[in-house]
């Protein structure tokens, strides 16, 4: 059984309303002419709220695995979802609502981690050896847990948006590669390009810090 928020969502209190019966049931369009009602019609409680129960198990499965409690899962869910409603007008629908809804996701996680002092799974994940997401030892290795979070916090707000997304998907919510593809509406091997370019940069700026520290040590 779901342990998923289900009822009492937080744009039902800015917009209730009877379905108009005149137009196609919600359960009967695909995402993108549910997302076009609900910004041709704020009030459209139905077609967001099918929106919701199409998305939200996903969304609430990637919180859990990220946070590993279901309160913090439910509330950042409830989080994203009501950031998308405020947000459909961002929406044009030239990539799949799964994708932008995905990105919403990824931005109110972090938001999350880092509110709650849980950016230490990050690097413990980036510093993991295993797949292809974790490569030779790097410079990273040579961090304490509070120097590398602090660091890696500072140099991911340095990153574009898009390599930035591709990290934080990949390394922080272990996001698969297919998945961090669908949220940038990239090819996998662009995807993989994105991660790669982020975490070369990010251990470039890493070791330029480090080499300046030591040098200021040695003037000292």
Same mark, same amino acid.
């Given at each position: 059984m ?5 009822c009492?969502?937080?744009w ?9 019966h ?8 695909d995402?993108?002419?549910?997302a ?6 704020a ?7 099918t ?7 996903r ?10 409690r279901?309160?913090?899962a439910?509330?950042?869910?409830? =989080?994203?979802?009501y950031?998308?409603? @405020?947000?459909?007008?961002?929406f044009?629908? *030239?990539?799949?609502?799964? !994708?932008? +809804?995905?990105?919403i996701?990824?931005?109110v ?6 509110a ?30 509070r120097e ?14 898009k390599k930035?997304t591709a ?8 996001a698969?590669?297919?998945e961090? =593809?669908e949220?940038?509406?990239?090819? @996998? ?6 991660? *790669?370019?982020?975490?070369? !940069?990010? +251990? ?5 810090e480090?080499?300046?520290?030591k ?6």
């Open positions: 779901s342990n998923r928020p289900t009492g969502q937080p039902e209190e800015e917009t209730r309303t009877s379905e108009p005149s137009t196609p049931r919600p359960s009967d369009l995402d993108a002419a549910l076009a009602r609900c910004r041709a019609n009030q459209d409680v139905a077609a967001f709220q929106l919701y129960e199409r998305h939200a198990e969304i609430f499965r990637r919180f859990v695995s990220l946070f590993g279901h309160a913090d439910e509330d950042a869910t409830q =989080a994203t979802f950031e998308a409603f @405020r947000s459909l007008g961002r044009d629908g *030239r990539g799949s609502f799964g !994708a932008w +809804l995905g990105g996701a990824t931005h996680g972090w938001n999350t981690m880092r709650a002092g849980r950016r230490r799974r990050a690097m413990e994940a980036y510093n993991h050896e295993g797949d292809l997401r974790h490569t030779a030892p790097g410079v990273e290795r040579k961090l304490d847990a590398g979070m602090a660091l890696l916090e500072r140099h991911l707000a340095e990153l574009d948006p930035r990290f934080v998907l990949y390394y922080v919510e272990q698969s590669l297919e961090v =593809a949220a940038l509406a990239c090819s @996998r091997d662009n995807a993989w390009a994105h991660i *790669r370019r982020a975490r070369a !940069a990010i +251990l470039l700026a890493i070791a330029r480090q080499k300046r520290a040098l200021k040590q040695v003037k000292t």
